[in-house]
């Protein structure tokens, strides 16, 4: 695995906004194309049977309308659904809540992916920037990429020394798109460093 490479398969963006009550809100996007076709992909990232292969166990109502569960981690209410092209759903989290939207578009015979999460600037957001979760979001696709590419599932083991350099360079994207969203370079190292320390574990 190179690393750079993989990060740079992947464009970010950082979008800066408000709710309707005027609180600040902050948007991770993240584009990847995929070199399979537009319903492979859409099963691939829908399909409770297929998730646990790259992603964690989702269990609930799997339709619009319909409550999820993501094991150890968010649930909220999946609030549109179009196959097989666009889902999006709340994400519920340590008492928060954030919105999740993922949008497939074909391109021929491959087909691109983005998602976006938007969430309320909060405390947590103001230390660790965009990286807290589009790290993680980075992780999730390269994980979608590899278990597509081999078609084995992603081992759940230990991170190696070629995962921890796959998050380090995924924080600089991530401080990159913050600076270009016109973040203070200063204040998007301070949290490119926390997030990635979080994530590595030093």
Not at 62 to 67: C, I, K
Not at 148 to 176: D, K, M
């Amino acid at each position: 695995m190179n690393p750079v490479d993989i990060v740079g398969a992947a464009q970010r963006t950082v979008l800066t906004g408000s709710d309707d009550d005027g609180t600040p809100t902050t948007t991770v996007v993240v584009e990847r194309r995929f070199p399979y076709p537009i319903d492979d992909l859409w099963d691939a990232v829908t399909n409770p049977e297929r998730l646990p292969r790259w992603f964690a166990p989702v269990s609930g109502d799997l339709h619009e309308g319909g409550r999820y569960a993501i094991e150890g981690n968010a649930s909220g209410t999946i609030t549109t659904c179009t196959p097989p092209e666009y889902f999006s759903l709340t994400w519920e989290f340590g008492g928060g809540v954030s919105w999740v939207n993922v949008a497939l578009t074909a391109a021929g015979a491959e087909t691109d992916l983005r998602l976006e999460h938007l969430a309320p600037v909060t405390e947590h957001w103001r230390i660790y920037g965009a990286g807290a979760g589009g790290i993680g979001w980075d992780l999730s696709l390269f994980g979608l990429g590899e278990y597509l590419r081999t078609g084995e599932p992603i081992a759940q083991e230990e991170p190696g020394p070629e995962v921890f350099a796959f998050i380090r360079e995924s924080g600089q994207a991530w401080y990159v798109a913050e600076v270009a969203s016109g973040e203070t370079e200063d204040n998007a190292e301070a949290r490119r460093d926390k997030t990635v320390a979080f994530y590595t574990g030093g």
